[in-house]
């Protein structure tokens, strides 16, 4: 994980991150989109572009605009 990352997710800088974490920080309304999008995107080798929420340890909301391959 970037330091940039860490900060958008509000985890400690050089923290481990596996998907399950990753998930677990996710609004729980999110989680089951931004799976289908990512699992999509890998079954149809194509990006995606989603727009989901993050919620901090301090229960803080922040959104995050996400592209991937």
Known sequence: ?????????GIPSGA????????????QEDRERVRLA??????????YDIEYRV???DGTERWVAAKGR
């Open 1 to 9: 994980f970037s330091e940039q990352a860490a900060e958008i997710f």
């Open 16 to 27: 481990y991150m596996t998907w399950t974490k990753m998930r677990d920080l996710l609004h």
């Open 38 to 47: 990512v699992e999509q995107a890998i079954r149809q080798h194509r990006d």
């Open 55 to 57: 919620i901090h340890p």
